[in-house]
């Protein structure tokens, strides 16, 4: 593959995450909808700042997961760009500089739709993209990436894009928020879980690594359960659409889990990755469309 080529920079921004991306944005724009308080102009914002914050995300965790060890060219599962040499340091750099810079020029945009209150949220989202595997302390070094995925893949996407379009937040949005971080979690839960032995060699201490396999494997069950699980509870403002439809989710990520625990470790591994990115897709779609029923 060619240096900084701009296949290089595909694969380094890494497209099939961009679910767990946008999700949020469209479960939170369908709540809208069906609240009657829908605006295209800042639910296109809000879409462009997660795709924006996850290409940022993305290429620092590249960055620092090889300077860390965690990222090698022989390393179980997808390739990374910077780590097989693809993009160069300054190159990558500098993508994350712009990454950032098209970030906070969208966030301020935002500003406009949601009010000044909203700059500490979009700076903290900033900050996270960043600590999350780099700066002195990164979270998902200590245990905390699981936290930090529901927190920021699930709750505050969800909730501040709600907050921008109505300027309300409800019981729905947070239950909404919640569901959707459990279920993008369980991304991450099958990438430790397959990650376990290379991640306990670098030091990197996720909460597989901490607290053994079987807690990624049931870990893994309970995240996608939890979240259809608490679907079931759209029912008591009479949204059975979203509360109903996510129950099919649930039975092919039942079968992903299954044959998790069947493979057990290796490169095999890679199909329940694939799967569960497809899984969690389905659920966004199925939510969303029950919301808008």
């Not at 376990?196 to 607290?211: P, S, W, Y």
């Not at 129950?247 to 569960?276: E, H, P, Q």
Request: glycine fraction near 10%; charge should be neutral.
């Amino acid at each position: 593959m060619k240096t900084n080529s701009l296949r290089a920079w595909l694969l380094a921004v890494r497209p099939y995450s961009f679910g767990g991306a946008s999700i949020p944005v469209f479960v939170a724009s369908a709540l809208a909808v069906s609240d009657g308080v829908f605006r295209w102009a800042p639910a296109l914002l809000c879409l462009l700042f997660a795709l924006a914050m996850q290409c940022a995300a993305n290429l620092v965790n590249d960055l620092f997961d090889l300077r860390h060890g965690a990222d090698r060219p022989e390393k179980l599962g997808d390739d990374r760009a910077f780590a097989k040499g693809y993009i160069t340091p300054r190159a990558m750099n500098f993508g994350i500089a712009a990454f950032f810079a098209a970030s906070a020029l969208i966030g301020a945009g935002l500003l406009w739709y949601g009010g000044w209150e909203l700059l500490p949220v979009g700076a903290a989202c900033l900050i996270f993209a960043y600590v999350y595997t780099g700066g002195p302390w990164p979270l998902a070094y200590h245990g905390l990436g699981d936290a930090a995925v529901v927190l920021f893949f699930g709750i505050v996407p969800v909730g501040f894009t709600y907050y921008i379009l109505s300027h309300t937040w409800t019981w729905e949005v947070t239950l909404a928020g919640l569901a959707c971080g459990l279920v993008i979690d369980t991304m991450l839960m099958v990438n430790n879980f397959r990650d376990i032995e290379e991640d306990a060699e670098c030091g990197k201490r996720t909460m597989v690594v901490v607290l053994g396999a079987a807690f990624g494997r049931w870990g893994y069950l309970f995240l996608g359960t939890a979240a259809t699980a608490l679907c079931l509870l759209f029912v008591l403002s009479g949204r059975w659409g979203a509360a109903l439809l996510p129950l099919l989710y649930w039975v092919l990520f039942f079968r992903t889990w299954r044959k998790m625990v069947a493979i057990g470790s290796g490169d095999g591994l890679n199909l329940c990755l694939a799967a569960t990115a497809r899984n969690l897709t389905l659920f966004g779609i199925l939510l969303t469309i029950g919301l808008l029923l």
